[in-house]
């Protein structure tokens, strides 16, 4: 009930192109719903995250849909560039033990060819 | 600049060897976490912490334990190393009150373990 289940495990893209990761949760009292972007030999970072009772948020070429009823979720990445190589993870986030934990997803690695 | 440390990028220990994993953060975060990361599984929680000297298990705590002594350090210690605990290790920090949206988790930049 706490998973969150993130596909595909891996994407490859033309530059231009629009990858778009999807993620499925089951625990209704999941109420935040970030993204993490991970380069090689970094830590993730937060990327974009949402709320249930949106169903949209853009910020440049990255987009958050949400469909609160199907309980998914999904990141958009238009015009993709080399530079979005990377991987992403989808998260959940609730209180659970006197703190807002994260739940992830089993992460995409994206890559975009020139 | 925000700012997570660990102690080490990379780490090669022995089977039943001891090992401590250091975090330092220098946001003044109440919460501390460890994570493992490994490919197809993502992230998973082993321990956090929401204060000093407090602790709280987190989805694979069996086989590690933490210290948290100062609030800006959070150490895992692997009590006898195993091979099945050869993975990458991510420490992160967040505040602890707010609306959900402040509860970003801030990572430093792994430490990859290697148990031989």
Not at chain 1, 12 to 19: L, Y
Request: include cysteine.
């Amino acid at each position: 009930q706490q998973q969150v289940k993130q596909s595909p495990q891996s994407l490859i893209v033309q530059k231009g192109g629009i990858p778009i990761i999807n993620c499925a949760y089951e625990n209704t009292a999941f109420d935040y719903f970030p993204w993490y972007q991970q380069f090689p030999g970094k830590g993730p970072a937060l990327l974009i995250a949402i709320r249930p009772d949106v169903s949209e948020k853009k910020e440049g070429r990255f987009t958050i849909s949400f469909n609160k009823s199907a309980k998914q979720f999904s990141l958009h990445i238009m015009d993709s560039q080399p530079g979005d190589s990377a991987t992403y993870f989808c998260a959940a986030s609730m209180l659970m033990d006197s703190s807002y934990k994260l739940i992830f997803g089993s992460g995409t690695r994206l890559l975009v060819r020139p | 600049d925000v700012k997570v440390t660990q102690s080490s990028r990379y780490l090669v220990k022995r089977t039943g060897e001891k090992v401590f994993l250091e975090c330092v953060q220098d946001m003044d975060h109440e919460n501390m976490f460890w994570y493992r990361q490994d490919p197809g599984l993502g992230l998973r929680l082993i321990y956090f912490s929401y204060d000093v000297k407090m602790k709280e298990k987190g989805d694979i705590p069996e086989g590690y334990s933490v210290s948290r002594e100062k609030k800006e350090r959070f150490s895992l210690i692997l009590e006898s190393a195993s091979t099945n605990q050869t993975s990458m290790y991510l420490c992160a920090s967040s505040l602890l009150m707010g609306d959900p949206s402040s509860y970003e988790q801030y990572f430093g930049p792994g430490t990859r373990l290697t148990v031989t």
